[in-house]
């Protein structure tokens, strides 16, 4: 796609890349309003996103009533799950002939979720981010991200303990 390893990435524009069409239940045609008001309103927390597949083709449904921070996570996310070439551990197939990824193995899950957070916060731009601001929400907002994203890849690449140790470093040296 050409980005720097420091680059913060769009996952809308890696769905483009990819192939993989982003919707979110209002593009779903035939969903009836009901449908989409138990999914945005009544019951949103019960789901982020979900993947069909049919024919080779790919397309992501969105809960368009999560925060967007929420939803770039999600869609980073599924796409992880299609670039690790996951296969879902149970499938649904609907009347019309779609097929519904409808949940992976606890592997498959960390996986995607390690991936998501790599391409969302390259570990390059997030160091370098941090050591200029050691603000979260600094992070956050420049790549689009949350504040929570931000903490757990923080711990998680040991960008924490390699500025604490490179301070300790410097003031013993200084």
């Not at 239940?25 to 597949?53: F, M, N, Y």
Request: no cysteine.
């Amino acid at each position: 796609m050409g980005l720097s390893g420091d680059a913060p990435l769009d996952p809308r524009a890696l769905a483009d890349y990819l192939g993989v069409q982003v919707w979110t239940p209002r593009d779903v045609t035939g969903l009836s309003d009901e449908s989409i008001k138990q999914l945005t309103e009544i019951d949103p927390s019960s789901w982020s996103a979900v993947t069909i597949a049919s024919n080779g083709q790919y397309l992501v449904i969105l809960n368009s009533a999560h925060a967007r921070t929420r939803q770039q996570s999600s869609l980073a996310h599924e796409l992880a799950h299609l670039i690790l070439n996951h296969r879902p551990a149970r499938t649904t197939v609907s009347d019309e002939g779609y097929l519904f990824s409808d949940r992976y193995d606890a592997e498959q899950e960390e996986e995607a979720n390690w991936l998501a957070g790599a391409l969302l916060l390259p570990r390059e731009g997030l160091l370098d981010v941090y050591r200029r601001t050691r603000s979260s929400a600094v992070i956050a907002k420049e790549f689009g991200v949350s504040t929570k994203l931000v903490d757990w890849r923080l711990r998680m690449t040991g960008i924490l303990m390699q500025v604490k140790r490179g301070a300790q470093w410097r003031r013993r040296t200084g």
